[in-house]
């Protein structure tokens, strides 16, 4: 099988805090400053449109009700103009863009993560399963239907947000489905430099483990965003750091220098034939498993609150696209299996 090299761009990049058009219009920009680089494939930090809820973790529940209603006001909902911008540029640029929002579905927000094709179409949404500590007063729980690889204008990618990495399974979820860049997004300027070495440590880990590429974004805060959000001293030191930006070798070896302050574009070329190079050693899911000693059963069923036994006297509250209707990998593999 001939291999193939694809240009791959992560954006570190600060918001516009209480704006969704704001950070919409640099979303866009980055856009095409990335696809300018010959960049085929793009990746925006964790809920990035139109902002990671920095808020949370310095505020006390009772003190953010404000904060979080501003979010629910300028959160994306799909399908949206936001969502059409995005799909456009994408279309305009033939560049497959990773874009993490906050999703607004009717009285929840959930932290989703989109990846639009080269042709605009959404190849992927899915949420996150288990938001992290104070994440668990902003976001509802997503479910096992968007633990899926796609295929897309650059190979099959998966993607998975923050500390999804340390849920161990959900990782070999998408290993098993044979991905070859997986996306990962973290928030950016949190908790310090330690928050940076833990998310290198992992986002390498799984490059070496799953046998892919990973390319990893982190967000960014101003001094000046970081005084908006909390003007005690103390509490604006968890708001600095935690940035580490990088495109990930299946070898685990950086490919470009990584970023770990300010904004910028981290691009390198992904040489594919690394991945069977790798994988020649060790291929965690093929000939290094042992599935009739470890195996994972994954549900991968979106969660209804409510199944219609029969025809529905409910009228469709929603035009938006029910995640079953994206093409589902473990279902094709489930129905190879049977055949």
């Given amino acids: 099988m001939p291999s193939k090299t694809i240009r791959a761009a992560a954006v570190q990049i600060a918001p516009v805090l209480h704006s969704r058009e704001g950070t919409m ?21 964790e809920t990035f449109v139109p902002y990671y809820p920095y808020f949370s ?13 501003k979010l629910y006001e300028e959160a994306v909902t799909i399908p949206s103009p936001a969502v059409d911008a995005v799909a456009s540029a994408a279309r305009e640029h033939e560049i497959v863009v990773v874009l993490g929002v906050n999703e607004r579905d009717h009285g929840s927000l959930y932290n989703a993560q989109l990846v639009f094709d080269a042709d605009g179409t959404i190849a992927l949404r899915r949420r996150k399963i288990t938001p ?18 796609v295929q897309t204008a650059v190979g099959r990618v998966g993607a998975l947000a923050c500390w999804e990495h ?16 997986h996306v990962s997004q973290f928030p950016g300027s949190m908790v310090g430099q330690i928050f940076a070495d833990q998310m290198e440590v992992t986002i390498r880990h799984h490059a070496l483990e799953s046998g892919c590429f990973v390319i990893n974004a982190t967000g960014w805060l101003t001094d000046e965003q970081i005084v908006s959000i909390t003007p ?26 990584k970023l770990t302050e300010g904004e910028g574009i981290a691009i390198a070329d992904l040489d594919f034939s690394l ?33 219609i036994d029969g025809p529905s006297p409910i009228p469709a509250m929603t035009e938006a696209v029910e995640p079953t209707e994206i093409p589902n990998p473990w279902q094709e593999l489930a129905q190879a299996a049977s055949a």
């Fill in 25 to 45: 219009e640099k979303v866009l920009s980055a856009i095409s400053d990335a696809a300018d680089e010959g960049a085929e494939i793009v990746v925006f930090p």
């Fill in 57 to 69: 973790f310095v505020l006390p529940p009772v003190l953010m009700g404000g904060e979080h209603m």
């Fill in 132 to 149: 992290t500590y104070h994440e668990r007063m902003v976001w509802g729980q997503g479910d096992g239907s968007g633990l899926k690889v």
């Fill in 166 to 181: 340390y849920n161990p399974l959900a990782r070999y979820a998408l290993m098993a489905q044979h991905e070859e860049i």
């Fill in 232 to 257: 005690d001293a103390k509490l604006q030191k968890a708001l600095r750091g935690g940035c580490c930006t990088a495109i990930i070798s299946p070898e685990g070896s950086h490919l470009c220098p």
């Fill in 275 to 307: 991945i069977t190079k790798r994988k020649r050693m060790m291929d965690s899911v093929g000939h290094y498993a042992r599935p009739e000693l470890l195996s994972l059963v994954a549900n991968v069923k979106p969660a209804m609150p409510m199944v």
